[in-house]
């Protein structure tokens, strides 16, 4: 995980509160969910064992998942963000040029994505293709669906 990833203060603290979370209760509750299966005797045909290091081994790749993407973090100001050409953090109102529609979009990093919100990736097809992009151009996208075509028309944070 040696790439960047630009984040909000907020994202930051958040994640950091996750991983403080995981660390010190779930952590612990998956040892003792060992612990306890490991009482009920023979480990060879135990599944509640099995399950729980199973358990164990997923949340300590979670943690160590978390860890290497707030080493990479880069807390992005809001204020500092130049709105002249759509970059990470803007919220960019676009016009699809093959329905007319008009969407507006924030361009976040991949942990705050979600389009529900109306955040996109910096890294999905549509998010890099329109970086870069000042007021009026257009940006050609090509998407799974195919080559999309999107006119800028307003760029804020």
Known sequence: MASTNYVTQDTFEKM????????SVERP???KAIAEAR???DLRE??????????Q???EAKI???EGVIATARILDENTIDVSRVSILTRVTVTNMATQKTITWQIVSEKEANLKEGKISVTSPIGSGLLGK????????????GRMQFRIDHITV
Not at 46 to 55: I, Q, R, T, V
């Open 134 to 145: 000042a007021i009026g151009e257009i940006a050609d996208v090509q998407a799974p669906a």
């Open 39 to 41: 009482e009920k005797g």
């Open 16 to 23: 950091q509160q996750e991983l403080q979370h995981m660390k």
């Open 64 to 66: 160590k998942y978390l």
């Open 46 to 55: 135990n599944a509640e064992y099995d399950a729980a290091k199973e358990a």
């Open 29 to 31: 509750a998956a040892s």
């Open 57 to 59: 081994g997923m949340l």
